[in-house]
């Protein structure tokens, strides 16, 4: 560290000193940045080691063949799974799993089903958001079909079956042994939106609330 | 900028001139003080309401809305506030002094970094009088809670982010003093330890106060602006949040607690009248707790569902920090052992800081074992720790600082009567107020909630009656203070016989400028002369 005091002349001192003050604030500044920019980067970074981690939970999904492939490597391991469902505050739907638990063989493609209903008088588009407990588990858990890969619409009343085809990888580390697959439905609101709009299109004579009833689906 | 002042010689100018344009490291450091103990008022205050609801089970006093307002503002505005504008007044006023500098190095910057806090706290305090009121999802602002909050959230964050600014620019600051502005002969190595752990809570704070703001301004688009950063629904994960906050706010813990380890070494070798022991180690403990800081963040979180290797690792990482923690404890210690100590105020809170603060840690140990943890998490064993840390440690450490430079800052001695009994009434009902919540924690009481069941009530009670009687001895810090500004005994320029460092070797008090030219460096006087 140079210490610019040793200088004998007071004026060049103060010279000195100031760009010496100019170089290291520059210096900070940069820091201050870039850590401000690191704070962003997490983001990104977050999720690429939620991928390679399972730490998110995000559930996988795998086409039939390679389930097959799966299931010719399986040997005889159960496992529980146990299915929950949520619906967030804004989505005025009922949505619950028909089975609470079930034993399921690992390596086997193993189908379940959820009901959701729509409890008012309009057509909603809902978006469901899977998430396998324990972190870890989640690389493990595919699916071939599930609900939640595309947006859903429920018209004024509708209840659906919604079914899920999944597969528990045979390469599940052995000590775990209960698998969590939770949902939960949000609300698609300009999707939503867009649909009543394009009610109103096809049914110019129409309010909304008789569009929405009288709306046959997509 | 202008830098080292080599006019001639002025006096202080009049009028309330004097304390808005001020460029003047001693007026900004007193500025910065007496900011901060308004705003512990303040914060002060907001924790007798707390307490006052705590008092019995049930509902008495205030809404329960009120109450998680009063949580979440107590904490920010004591973090942001008090502590940290408490540790920036002590740099301002000291490390110039000690390191024999006419003034801090961007005097102009330095009245920027100070004028922006009222005006960020008025913005903060001002959302409990809107719609919607103040925040109330905890200062920790996590998600989705937070984003569940009124419009007056942005005003929330824009005060967040004015009071980063300020720090980032004091930091900045302290770092061009201390770097650029060393008297010659003072070597990094003979700097005094408090100078030292500011260097390294500025090189911290310029670290992960960005951090904050970016973690606020992603809370800021989402409730806005339609971003998903936090939002499951839109592919985000408010999980994330929670990491990118404590990769700022562990580091935090340690921006508060630093400062505090410096000031109670300048003052145990004073009072002891013998030189800091281990000297060196107690530079390199700073420096290793400061690194440590970075990579122990999710122990504030063990309970989301994190791996067992990654629980593992911040549980060990964790652990290992007791390591400095603990050489600075045993140098202190050592410090003291055989010395001619004497017992006037700054030493019993120095000492009071050595003993209580050591007990924080001690339950920050508990709490770092991922088991353990389980059972703490959320609870009020969790409030009784970071209370033992943060109050009988960072703000027992600004007492003893505070009373230590007072006779420097205004030339007028304490009543040191006031002053002794202040420290008693101070450390016996900060006991009473936060040792019984370690059993409501273990009990499993959880923190910020307005409400408990029955078998609370006793530990409650107490703790509320230690809440008050704590809260109004603090009263009689703030009179002894004005007190002292007003007169008193005449302070000599070494105010206390063991005291060392060039900060005594100018009269009391500190003319408004000392230092024009650099001093001569007499080994003798410095706290940590001679070679290492």
Redesign the interface.
């Known amino acids: ?1 140079s ?4 200088d004998p002349n ?2 060049d ?2 010279d000195t ?2 760009a ?2 100019r170089r ?2 520059r210096r ?2 940069v ?3 870039l ?6 980067a ?2 990104p970074l ?2 690429v080691f ?1 991928a390679i ?1 399972g ?3 995000r559930t996988g999904q795998v086409t039939n063949e390679e389930a097959n492939a799966q299931a010719l490597v399986g040997d005889e391991r159960w496992v529980t799974v146990t299915f929950d469902a949520n619906v ?1 505050v804004k989505l005025p739907w009922r949505f619950q799993p028909y089975e609470k638990t079930m034993q399921v063989k690992v390596g086997e493609l193993t189908e379940t089903h959820y009901l959701a209903v729509n409890t008012t008088d309009q057509s909603i588009v809902g ?1 469901a ?1 899977p998430s396998v ?4 588990a989640s690389l493990y858990f595919n699916k071939t079909e599930c609900f939640c890969f595309s947006e859903q619409v429920l018209e004024a009343q509708q209840s659906r079956d919604m079914p899920v085809r999944f597969i528990v990888d045979p390469e599940l580390p052995h000590d775990i042994n209960t698998l969590t697959l939770s949902y ?1 439905f ?2 698609q609101g300009d999707a939503t939106a867009e649909l009543h709009q394009h009610d109103h299109e096809h049914h110019p004579h129409q309010n909304q609330d008789d569009a929405s009833a009288s709306h046959t689906g997509p | 900028m202008s830098t080292a002042h080599t006019h001639e010689h002025h006096e202080a100018p009049k009028g309330l001139g004097r304390w808005v344009f001020s460029t003047n490291h001693k007026d900004i450091g007193t500025l910065y003080l007496l900011f901060s103990l308004l705003m512990f008022i303040v914060g002060g205050a907001m924790a007798m309401v707390i307490r006052l609801e705590l008092f019995q089970p049930g509902l008495q006093f205030v809404h329960p809305e009120f109450f998680n307002q009063m949580t979440t503002m107590h904490a920010l505005v004591m973090i942001f506030g008090a502590v940290m504008p408490a540790f920036v007044g002590l740099a301002n006023w000291m490390i110039p002094l000690m390191i024999g500098a006419p003034d801090m190095a961007l005097p102009r910057m330095n009245n920027w970094s100070f004028w922006i806090l009222p005006f960020a706290f008025a913005m903060l305090l001002s959302t409990l009088f809107m719609d919607g009121g103040g925040p109330a999802g905890g200062w920790t602002l996590y998600p989705p809670l937070s984003l569940q909050s009124g419009n007056s959230f942005a005003f929330v964050i824009f005060a967040i982010h004015l009071m980063g600014i300020s720090s980032i620019m004091g930091a900045i600051n302290v770092i061009a003093t201390i770097l650029n502005m060393r008297a010659p002969g003072m070597t990094l190595l003979r700097m005094p330890l408090f100078v030292w752990t500011w260097l390294i809570t500025a090189f911290l704070l310029i670290a992960v106060m960005p951090v904050l703001a970016g973690a606020v301004t992603m809370l800021l688009t989402d409730r806005f602006f339609d971003t998903s950063f936090f939002n499951a629904a839109g592919g985000g994960d408010p999980v994330m949040f929670q990491h990118i906050f404590w990769f700022f706010g562990h580091p935090e813990v340690y921006i508060m607690i630093l400062p505090a380890f410096g000031i109670v070494s300048e003052i145990i070798p004073a009072f002891a009248r013998k030189p800091l022991f281990g000297y060196a180690s107690m530079v390199y403990a700073s420096a290793s707790i400061a690194f440590l800081s970075f990579i122990v963040w999710a122990h504030h979180m063990f309970t989301v569902g994190m791996p067992l290797g990654g629980e593992l690792f911040f549980m060990y990482a964790t652990m290992v920090i007791a390591v400095p923690t603990g050489v600075k404890v045993f140098n202190w210690v050592s410090t003291m052992w055989r010395g001619a100590m004497t017992f006037e105020t700054p030493m019993l809170f120095a000492l009071g800081f050595v003993v209580l603060f050591t007990i924080g840690g001690f339950s920050g140990l508990m709490l770092a074992i991922v088991p353990a943890d389980f059972q703490y998490h959320d609870t009020y064993f969790v409030v009784a720790h970071f209370h033992y840390v943060l109050v009988t440690g960072a703000v027992f450490a600004i007492m003893a600082g505070a009373y230590y430079w007072l006779p420097k800052w205004t030339g007028h001695m304490y009543n040191e009567k006031l002053g002794k009994f202040h420290f008693w009434w101070s450390a016996i009902w900060v006991n009473v107020l936060f040792f019984p919540q370690h059993y409501l924690g273990l009990a499993g009481m959880p923190r910020r909630i307005p409400d408990y069941s029955v078998q609370f009530a006793d530990f409650n009670m107490i703790s509320s009656i230690g809440g008050f009687a704590f809260g109004v001895g603090q009263l009689l810090f703030v009179y002894i203070v004005i007190k002292t500004i007003r007169g008193g005994e005449k302070a000599e320029a070494r105010s206390w016989e063991g005291a060392k460092g060039l900060e005594w070797t100018v009269p009391s008090p500190a003319p408004h400028h000392t230092f024009d030219t650099p001093p001569e460096l007499d080994d003798s006087q410095l706290a940590h002369g001679g070679g290492h």
């Open positions: 560290m210490t610019p005091a040793s007071p004026s001192r103060a000193q100031q010496a003050n290291l604030i900070l500044l820091v201050t940045v850590m401000f920019g690191f704070g962003f997490l983001w977050y999720n939620c981690t730490l998110g939970g967030d978006q958001v407990a324990p972190g870890e939960t949000y609300l």
